[in-house]
């Protein structure tokens, strides 16, 4: 299993309509036949004006026979790109090896935080190992809904997805946490790793399966 993460960089004010031609459009014409959706979302906070869509795949192999069936899909080309590309202004992947299966929320409505942290060359499989090791520490508190490791895009990263029933729900999971002997155990350990940190909050949109 393979994901991958693309973030589209729209032109201000246009992340709505995006979102809606997505949702209307090419969800219509490209349902899961060329790669599974699994979340899609609109940035509220951290970089702005972007859609963030997550999609899976058997491999890599299966990704790339995928994407050339779809370029050749005569809807898709003339229907939704013709929407879509003239309020493009930039695309980013980052192709994701999954270390947890995805795990829906337990309810929908939620807000989403996705972190993605850069490890020192060579450390990110050892960062990754204490993080589950202290992950049902951190779940005492709130609910992981993806972990990952790069592929391509960025090297060196780990990506982590969180749901939360609100901003306020994160904070009070987040400053818990920070309280808890067990998590700082990890930190001690973990933290040395790190070289960067950055986080982004997303509202998942109508059409999104994970919401």
């Given at each position: 299993?393979?994901?991958?993460?693309?973030?589209?960089?729209?032109?201000?004010?246009?992340?709505?309509?995006?979102?809606?031609?997505?949702?209307?459009?090419?969800?219509?014409?490209?349902?899961?036949?060329?790669?599974?959706?699994?979340?899609?979302?609109?940035?509220?906070?951290?970089?702005?004006?972007?859609?963030?869509?997550?999609?899976?795949?058997?491999?890599?192999?299966?990704?790339a026979r995928l994407r050339?069936?779809?370029?050749?899909?005569?809807?898709?080309?003339?229907?939704?790109?013709?929407?879509?590309?003239?309020?493009?202004?930039?695309?980013?992947?980052?192709?994701?090896?999954?270390?947890?299966?995805?795990?829906?929320?337990?309810?929908?409505?939620?807000?989403?935080?996705?972190?993605?942290?850069?490890?020192?060359?060579?450390?990110?499989?050892?960062?990754?190992?204490?993080?589950?090791?202290?992950?049902?520490?951190?779940?005492?508190?709130?609910?992981?809904?993806?972990?990952?490791?790069?592929?391509?895009?960025?090297?060196?990263?780990?990506?982590?997805?969180?749901?939360?029933?609100?901003?306020?729900?994160?904070?009070?999971?987040?400053?818990?946490?920070?309280?808890?002997?067990?998590?700082?155990?990890?930190?001690?350990?973990?933290?040395?790793?790190?070289?960067?940190?950055?986080?982004?909050?997303?509202?998942p949109s109508a059409h999104?399966?994970?919401?």
């Open positions: 299993m393979i994901h991958e993460l693309r973030i589209y960089t729209v032109k201000a004010g246009t992340v709505g309509e995006m979102a809606k031609n997505s949702g209307e459009v090419g969800r219509a014409i490209r349902g899961d036949n060329y790669g599974k959706l699994e979340g899609y979302w609109m940035t509220e906070i951290g970089p702005l004006n972007q859609v963030c869509h997550l999609w899976s795949y058997k491999d890599l192999n299966e990704r050339v069936e779809l370029s050749k899909n005569e809807r898709w080309t003339k229907e939704y790109i013709p929407l879509t590309r003239p309020i493009l202004i930039r695309q980013d992947i980052r192709l994701l090896n999954p270390l947890l299966d995805l795990k829906a929320p337990a309810s929908a409505g939620n807000v989403y935080e996705f972190r993605n942290y850069r490890i020192k060359p060579g450390a990110a499989r050892e960062w990754a190992k204490h993080f589950t090791e202290a992950l049902p520490v951190r779940e005492k508190y709130s609910k992981i809904v993806g972990l990952w490791h790069t592929e391509a895009g960025q090297p060196n990263e780990v990506c982590h997805l969180w749901a939360y029933p609100d901003l306020n729900a994160r904070t009070a999971a987040r400053a818990a946490v920070a309280k808890d002997p067990a998590w700082g155990e990890f930190l001690k350990k973990a933290g040395g790793l790190l070289e960067e940190m950055h986080t982004m909050i997303m509202l999104s399966p994970l919401k």
